[in-house]
């Protein structure tokens, strides 16, 4: 993989890096945003779940889901800040403002650093919108905690996944 990864790039080629929130949650974002720094990963695919985790990170350091602690007592998916700050980015990836580019992972990388949280030095999303690198969510609606939100808007979520899907295609 690593010599495949060397050929690409050595002849100009990008390298797209797909992956799920845990990569996230544990606390690899630093390495993804180092190969992203050098060079090596040119375009983050994340999920929605890895959305909501580089949110959380960004903002307050850790994630707010404890599944083991939180769903017995009906609170798990319901931290307000998270839904809110999701739905913004969503918004702001279908409806892009100035020069942004469409797409929710373009625009929950915008908004960060916009917003300039303590910790958006460890956001992906925010990583590759300043590195000028690909970065794109795939959201499958109904599917994630924030989309019982009361700001989430599907259709900012559907126009704003549909954009990342065709900067994939």
Do not use: W, Y
């Not at 994630?63 to 931290?79: H, I």
């Not at 702001?92 to 929710?104: L, S």
């Amino acid at each position: 993989l690593v010599a495949r990864i060397v050929r690409a790039r050595a002849a100009g080629r990008p390298v797209v890096m797909a992956m799920g929130a845990h990569v996230l949650k544990v606390g690899l974002a630093p390495l993804v945003i180092d190969l992203m720094e050098r060079g090596v990963v040119t375009h983050v695919a994340l999920n929605s779940a890895g959305a909501i985790h580089d949110f959380e990170i960004a903002t307050v350091g850790r994630t707010s889901e404890n599944v083991d602690v939180q769903l017995p007592n009906g609170e798990f998916g319901f931290a307000d800040e998270t839904g809110r700050g999701i739905a913004e980015g969503a918004r702001r990836g279908a409806h892009p403002e100035g020069t942004d580019e469409a797409g929710f992972g373009r625009g929950l990388g915008r908004m960060l650093l916009d917003a300039k949280p303590p910790n958006v030095h460890l956001s992906v999303p925010a990583n590759a919108v300043r590195l000028g690198l690909g970065v794109t969510c795939h959201v499958s609606i109904g599917a994630d905690i924030v989309h019982m939100h009361p700001a989430s808007d599907g259709a900012d979520l559907g126009a704003a996944a549909l954009a990342d899907f065709q900067h994939v295609c």
